[in-house]
Each structure stands twice: as structure tokens, then as C-alpha cells.
């Protein structure tokens, strides 16, 4: 499949995503809206598009005037018929052009937590299955989204807050947390966020964070079965 990503800054590329699209023979295009020569390709060139996140909210378009651009094209790419999967602010552009409310969150969070699957999970049997075992995932988030009030519906929680994923339809997946984390990126993050690591209950700080990498290896597989069935890839098989 065509398949192209939004990337808002450079530390929050596509990670482990990457190397299964590469793995799978999927084709990558990319808009790197933090570069100025940045271009979005025509709607019917792309077949799904991912969301990344970055530390920009969803309001911010004064300060970076692409978010405008970028919400219409999320909003025209969802009302074709796209896949498109959103993570972190990705996952909370995608509520926003849905109508939902995207607002400052009870807890920020940043660092290995587990996510807790809700009941309406279970209308959808592979996610049900995927998290069944409450994974600690990577999260690093000061921002929520709420549901928007079609027929999406929240799968995910966490001991912080609620809403930590919504699933619309076959098509359209949200994600507040980081499944696509590596080493490098991870460090990467840490590098450039250091001012977010305050004192906080649901902020870890760098050595607990960089000292629980063998997550990693876990987020990477719920990942990889989550974009086979995202991209249709027999879901029958999963």
C-alpha cells in the first residue's frame, strides 16, 4: 500500500513503524511539516496515512500556521475512506477533526504505564485480544482527546486518564501512547523534553524510563499485529 506519514518534529519519526512497513513492502511518502519546503501529496496518490506525535497542541496554529493545512487534510483523508491511524498529538488531530474536544489532561504522562482495555473493546475482537494482557506502553502526553460522537468508541485507559485510544471503524485508529518507540528515539525524546520531566506522579524520570527499554520490545509486537490489521492484511489470520 501507499502509505504516507505526517511528522511534526524530527525526533518523533516513524520508528519501528518504519522497519515493518519496509518489511512488508508497503511504499512510504512523508510530509515533514517542521521543514520548509514541506508538501502534502494529492489525497488520491496515498492509500492510508499515519499521524505522528510532537509537543505542539492541537490549537497551536499561531505559532505553527500548517496545523490548518494538515487538519483539512486529515478530515479530507478520513471523509475518502482512508486508513488512517493517528499516535500522541496524531491520535488528538484526528479526534479534533471528528469534533471531539481536545483539552490539558487530568495526569500528564510520561514514561512506561500500562493500558487497561475498556468493555467496548470487545465488539472488536483482534484489539480485545491485543490488549487483553494491559501492556505497559511508552506514553509522553500533557494533552487528552475526548470521543467524538460518531460511532468511535474508547479501548484503552490507564491508572492516569481515560481515552487513551478510540477506534472509529476499520479505517480510522487513535492512539495517545507510543507503540512505534525504539532506543534511539526514546533517547531522542528524552534529549528534547527534557523540561517536561518535573516532579509528577505519572512522570517517571530519566533513569526509570531509560532503565525499562525492554518494553520496547513489546510495544514493537503489539505494533506490528496492530498495522497488519489496520493495512487489511487478513485480520483472519491475527
Same mark, same amino acid.
Given at each position: 500500500m501507499r502509505v504516507h506519514y505526517l511528522q511534526h518534529v524530527s525526533y518523533e519519526g516513524l520508528g519501528?513503524?518504519?522497519t515493518?512497513?519496509?518489511?512488508?513492502?508497503?511504499?512510504?511518502?512523508?510530509?515533514? +511539516?517542521?521543514?520548509?519546503d514541506y508538501a502534502l501529496p494529492s489525497i488520491s %496518490?496515498?492509500?492510508?496515512l499515519i499521524i505522528m506525535g510532537g509537543p505542539m497542541s492541537v490549537y497551536d496554529d499561531y505559532k505553527y500556521p500548517w496545523l490548518r493545512e494538515e487538519k483539512i487534510f486529515i478530515e479530507d483523508s478520513i471523509n475518502a475512506g482512508k486508513k488512517v491511524l493517528g499516535i500522541c498529538l496524531g491520535a488528538q488531530l484526528i479526534a479534533l477533526c471528528l469534533g471531539a474536544n481536545v483539552h490539558t489532561a487530568q495526569h500528564k504522562e510520561i514514561g512506561w504505564f500500562r493500558v487497561q482495555p475498556?468493555?467496548?473493546?470487545k465488539s472488536v475482537g483482534w484489539l480485545r485480544q491485543l490488549f487483553k494482557d494491559e501492556p505497559i506502553? +511508552?506514553?509522553w502526553h500533557g494533552d487528552k482527546?475526548?470521543?467524538?460522537? %460518531?460511532?468511535?468508541?474508547s479501548f484503552l485507559i490507564s491508572e492516569a486518564n481515560n481515552n487513551q485510544a478510540f477506534y472509529r471503524n476499520e479505517n480510522v485508529i487513535a492512539l495517545q501512547f507510543h507503540l512505534e518507540v525504539t532506543a534511539q528515539s526514546i533517547k531522542e525524546m528524552l534529549e528534547n523534553g527534557a523540561s517536561d520531566l518535573k516532579e509528577s506522579p505519572y512522570i517517571q524520570t530519566v533513569e526509570k524510563i531509560s532503565n525499562n527499554t525492554e518494553h520496547?520490545?513489546?510495544c514493537n509486537r503489539i505494533m506490528s499485529v496492530l498495522l497488519s490489521a489496520w493495512l487489511s492484511e487478513s485480520t483472519k489470520k491475527l
Open positions: 519501528y513503524i518504519e515493518w512497513l519496509k518489511e512488508n513492502n508497503h511504499r512510504i511518502s512523508e510530509t515533514r +511539516f517542521y521543514e520548509p %496518490d496515498i492509500d492510508a475498556t468493555e467496548q473493546i506502553v +511508552f506514553h482527546f475526548e470521543i467524538p460522537f %460518531d460511532d468511535s468508541f520496547i520490545k513489546n
